[in-house]
């Protein structure tokens, strides 16, 4: 055998990075070849590794990279950039930029404020708080963060959840100062919880919702949120709390004889005036601007009407006295004992997910389509610290809102400044205006709101999820029917639970394949998806595509001594040479543990009582290293690691056949 | 360029398993090459890959394979082996093979009642209950069982777990027969568990128990159990029903004062003699008889002691009375409605779970050393069924035990008749011998198990854990301490909690490797762990090494970035010739969803905005699947896609040169 195949000189030494090529000259394939060593990776400490280990889990963005090298005093600088991004853009600030961002922000506001007043209903808040969301938080975010084009206020799905989990326990209508209370709370623990993340850096958190996920997740809240709009849509009085389906759609026909015709018809004129103005924008997004107006055009129209006919107008329900005033200050509404702090503290925790899931969504969405980068954490202790400051400020959950920052992207915002534009708007409405909403129906908030969630419902994403991957499709469907017919909660665990099991099960049940060679390359692939491929005679090669864990051993034990049984009897039937060498691709084992090292052993164990032998192609560095660890390398011997499956079967073929 | 490179021609037309060589004479590399095509793999309806899908699930050992091909009456015959194996291994029964046995069944026997007593003792049963389970369910096992070493019985942790569970809520002295009942019910329920997940192929359930987290617990419950005999061998009377550490050590040094001096003396020698005995057979293998005799032995010495000594032993509690006969019908006592159910059913589970996993494993270790396999699910179906039995006849919860079954195979049984020699000594001690155990000290059981559980604590094991792999030692130490402070069950979930959550952190933070090539070949790898390989100029090749998920897919994205960013850094600082391409090597990027694929189309758009080409290599049949299915492949274009790493640096280089 014209080969050098002391490949492995001495696992012990643990020579770094040593490759020895035998033969200088590279030879055809088959009759003779280069063999090259398979190596232990570059010796650690274990303090090193450690310290790898949480690098790449923490700060995987090397966030600080732009301090190296830097003096003092820019990296004092760079720090104030770092943590408040306002010093960042605001020294290049000029008046082109201003025209911009004040025409967006007007137009948000022309957004914000019919949408605040509708999902603080939506929370069962009143009105005002609403209000109140869309001033305080946009100026802190303008300071803290660091999108260009994220509008930032209340959204219908956190004031949904809010507005279910929180009345689930205590009654808006009886206690509505302890109801208050507990929003503020969760509100605080929502902001308590954002900021954290982001400060931890445990901001791969909300990965675990899966765009499956939330695809159904949305869809199902926005059925929800339509169906309990009912309510204000039919003019109904007495309406069921919850928030499934089914009792939902009994209420709405048991209390059939509170139907309001005067009600529904506004309703539905107006509705349809939104839907279509909603359609136009869709068509042609330079008319963005049609639905963007739409909201406040329809408030003052249909004020205008009910202000008008007021003294026919008995069934239709308007929102009322509204005081003026800027935020009033609700830090000592905050509640951090009782009975209820569980409770403000879940809904604090959830509320703060699903609004950071959506901000941050939103943020990289607008960052990568103008192609700058949003830093995830970074945005989680903005979006936090703005929630617990409103929180005290009577404010409720906010964050950067899909709708409205796609208008304001449209607008042509180019900065944060947009953000303090619809602030202001916001403080000029809270001091002047707000007895003009005295006439505003209550229909039109349901109709703004119904307009507003219905884009929510992705069913191109949902079938696109059905082609491409049904178990993705799976979580979806979960979430869906979770949040339609269980709990907002309860269906969302269910679908990261679903989202986790998928995970779980190609782990635990992973894909094994039979190479073949491509003739006359040095080219191993599955004999079952290359024709080309041709067995190798008296070899079996087997990859296994996945890390060999406790929860996967005994199945690829089951599966291999399954291939080789297979592979036996294939050669019965078909009179081939015999199997002598069994090889084993490692190249996609990315890791292992001890019961897979256990298992190799075992394998390696059963291989040789029926005198196989058993051969590791390409293992990864941390699976050599563990095998060294565990020193199962020497029972392994010499011949049994390979650097890829041709030098395998070339070295091997080689010493069978007899010597010259 | 003197190379094709069609490779990817029609995409939507799914040509199988193409693969088109352009060249046809092999050239040295990176001057002309074979370029191959990367292909889809065989087309399969949604109904034929669900159905591959769910056999690897559920049949990934073929376990029909045997009845293939068969004649209809040999298909039959093959059936009654399959169910009852004692059908296929009876037939070639013999009288040599029931001399081995016959020793055997003795062995196992001598050890089996006293450790039958004690183990009932530590479930706060009646001790004749252990001797009952000692009968029924080995012959049951016989006839199903298809492991020849498994001793089956009562074991320590399964009596321990179920000792804990339900006295936490009956108490085993004032309500004697609801707990009677309750056991016989969680039997009754483990029994049935068991047999479904065998039915029901689900028997991977169990192999999410990682060793590394048996080995935690079973240290911890040995620890757990050996504190509890302090209360006999102290001669304690009142003691604590808690099993965790802090209570039942103060409960030790609170009743000092009915710590009896007599019981302390017999205990500890006894202790002494067992644990001597037990030293030996670990030495020397062969003397394995003298740690199996020595339980009866003690058990016969000691009551002879009480016996001569009765007048002045007050201090030593004895068993006293034993009802003789045989094993009552229990059926009736089995509790199906009224508030203890849930209990009932959730001790059943978790002893079911716990006693699954150590007879499966204890009947998979002995099958290895002689070299015969053992179906893990018709195993669980045979406990389960066995149990079940079992808890009609007055039983509790049984399964093979590793210390019985250690015994068993080193006394050279050949077959499951050592169990049926097994069952006919209990049935003899049970009909003639109960009165001699009148006399028999409480202390001396203590003893038993004491010896008994110390083996199960695993130093080397656990160090190992150590050296080999620091998140399975973290599984270990929350199993071990969460069993010892907190509860069993609670400890069990954090450790089952730990495995999964270091599954789901590989996921999350896979590793990204930049690979370079070895001179004169077609290898490249890790550039970090080969010190041979060399960087190729203008191109950037990293290997992704984990499925890109919804859970990884923004971390990847980053990753990617940041590798890219470094690498225009070293370029600019070392002044090398510009990056102009990115090679992603997906050989270990076993699976994509559809996040993965959204993130993969971002990243196209982000590196063709900076103008680098994105090229990807060798992606795997399913992911290429859904890249088709998705239909981003022609947003891709042709030449994106390369077979190996070598062919896609040679192609593309070659195509930058100037044309001849």
Known sequence: MGVNSHRVEDFSSHNNGSLKISTEIPMPPTEAMEIHHVCLPPKKTTFQKLKHRLSEIFFPDDPLYRFKNQTWCKKLVLGLHFLFPIFQWGSEYNLSLFRSDIISGLTIASLA??????????????????????????????????????????????????????????????????????AFTATFFAGLFQASLGFLRLGFVIDFLSKATLVGFMAGA????????????????????????????????????????????????????????????MKKPKLFWVSAAAPLTSV????????????????????????????????????????????????????????????????????????????????????????????????????GSFSRSAVNYNAGAQT?????????????????????????????????????????????????????????????????????????????AIAVGVSVFKILLHVTRPNTLVLGNIPRTQIYQSLN???????????????????????????LQERILRWVREEEEWIKANHESILK?????????????????????EMRKMMEKRSYQLVLVNPVGSVMEKLHQSKILESFGMNAFYLTVGEAVGDISASWKPQP
Request: proline share 5%; hydrophobic share 50%; glycine share 6%.
């Open 416 to 492: 944060a400044v947009s953000n303090i534009v619809l602030a202001t708007a916001v403080l000029v409405t809270l001091l002047f205006l707000m007895p003009l909403f005295y006439y505003t129906p209550n229909v039109i908030l349901a109709a703004i709101i119904i307009t507003a969630v219905i884009g929510l419902i992705d069913y191109p994403a949902a079938l696109k999820l059905w082609k491409v991957d049904k178990l993705d499709f799976l979580a979806c469907a979960c979430s869906f029917f979770g949040v339609l017919f269980i709990s907002v909660p309860l269906g969302l």
């Open 113 to 182: 404020i019919p949408q605040g007043i509708s999902y603080a209903k939506l929370a069962n808040l009143p009105p005002i708080v609403g209000l109140y969301s869309s001033f305080v938080p946009p100026l802190v975010y303008s300071v803290l963060g660091s999108s260009k084009h994220l509008a930032v206020g209340p959204v219908s799905i956190a004031s949904l959840v809010m507005g279910t989990m929180l009345s689930e326990s205590v009654s808006p209508v009886e206690e509505p100062i302890l109801y208050l209370k507990l």
């Open 529 to 555: 998806r290359y024709r080309e491929t041709e067995r190798v005679p008296s070899f079996l090669i087997l990859a296994i595509e996945s890390p060999i864990y406790f929860a996967n051993s005994t199945y």
């Open 581 to 601: 060498c069994i090889i084993i691709d490692m190249t996609a084992v990315t890791a292992i543990d001890t019961s897979g090292i256990d298992m190799l052993c």
């Open 222 to 281: 926005a059925i929800i949120v339509s169906l309990q709009q009912l309510k204000g849509l039919l003019g109904i009085v007495h309406f069921t709390t919850k928030m499934q389906f089914i009792p939902v759609m009994t209420s709405v026909f048991e209390h059939r004889k509170e139907w309001s015709w005067q009600t529904i018809v506004m309703g539905f004129s107006f509705l349809l005036f939104l839907l279509t103005t909603r359609h136009i924008s």
């Open 300 to 399: 003052i129209l249909s004020t205008l009407i009910v202000f008008c006919i007021k003294s026919k107008a008995h069934g239709i329900s308007t929102i009322g006295h509204l005081q003026k005033g800027l935020n009033p200050p609700s830090a000592n509404m905050l509640y951090f004992n009782g009975q209820y702090l569980a409770l403000a503290i879940k809904t604090g925790i959830i509320t703060g997910i699903l609004s950071l899931t959506e901000g941050i969504a939103v943020g990289r969405t607008f960052a990568s389509l103008k192609n700058y980068q949003v830093d995830g954490n970074k945005e989680m202790m903005a979006i936090g610290v703005m929630n617990m400051a409103g929180s005290c400020t009577s404010c409720y959950v906010t964050t």
